[in-house]
């Protein structure tokens, strides 16, 4: 079997059980956008020491996957067959007291930080970025064709790791005083 189909040579793909759109169709900037969030969140577990980042990296992208085939399948009744279900509220939930038990390791955030520090935490920045233009790349299919509101609330409580990442190497964050150098 080949791994390439030369279906999509002329700009357009499959979706699931709802025929063929752009590339560059809203619901395809979504999935995709999520799909590279969940690649560079591969990046930064790879990169950290800390067992307990790496498992909640894990389950995270689990539910990425999980949102890309959500976001991937338009038609509610496919949904249901394929098992593309959006987060649920506990998924939500979860990610809510992961961030709260993170906090409590974290002087309060008074300016923004500059992106790096260790190469894990600056992967995890980079991961930050990513999840934040997938949640804008929701936000407009959202628009377009309403999503379940736990699909955005899941994206939307991504992340505080790279802080966290730092702070346990001992490396501190380098924030950011305005213009100039």
């Known amino acids: 079997m080949k791994i390439y189909t030369r279906r999509g040579d002329a700009g357009e793909t499959d979706l699931v059980g709802a025929g063929r759109v752009a590339k560059d169709h809203p619901r395809v900037e979504a999935y995709g956008a999520v799909d590279e969030l969940n690649a560079v969140l591969g990046i930064a577990a ?8 790496r498992a909640l990296v894990e389950g995270v992208q689990r539910g990425l996957f999980a949102l890309g085939a959500y976001l991937a399948t338009p038609e509610e009744r496919h949904r249901r067959s394929f098992g593309a279900t959006p987060p649920e ?14 906090e409590k390791e974290l002087a309060p955030l008074r300016r923004f930080v500059l992106p790096g520090g260790t190469p894990a935490a600056a992967s995890f920045h980079l ?32 992340f505080e790791l790279a802080r966290l990442e730092n702070r346990r190497a001992g490396v501190p964050d380098v924030e950011w005083e305005g213009r100039g150098a």
């Open 89 to 102: 509220e506990s998924e939500v939930s979860a990610l809510e007291a992961h961030i709260d038990g993170f």
């Open 46 to 53: 790879a990169t950290t020491a800390h067992a307990d980042l």
């Open 127 to 158: 991961a930050r970025t990513v999840c934040r233009r997938a949640e804008r790349a929701s936000v407009a299919l959202d628009r377009v064709e309403p999503l379940a509101p736990e699909a955005l609330r899941y994206l939307n409580r991504l």
